[in-house]
């Protein structure tokens, strides 16, 4: 649950808030589906529940990043 906001975080600022908004999230599913770049190790290390929160906060952060360069990009 955790994971899906921090995209967002780059949402708010400008034009085109829906647009990134809905973007971010449909990264952060994308990226929480497929784990990619550490995110299966992290949710391996970290014992029970903690693994899943913090598999959700990276990729929400890989979300978050790609989002800032594509709006970075375009506008």
């Known amino acids: 649950y955790v994971g899906c906001w921090i995209p967002l975080l780059v949402a708010p600022c400008g034009e ?8 971010g ?3 952060f599913r994308l990226i929480d589906i497929t784990k990619p770049l550490g995110c299966r190790k992290i ?3 970290c014992p029970g529940g903690w693994g899943v929160m913090m598999d959700d906060v990276l990729a929400g952060t890989y979300a978050l990043i790609i989002v800032y360069i594509l709006k970075l990009i375009i506008f």
């Open 25 to 27: 999230f449909g990264l």
């Open 16 to 23: 085109y808030t829906w647009l990134f908004a809905l973007l």
């Open 43 to 45: 949710e391996e290390l």
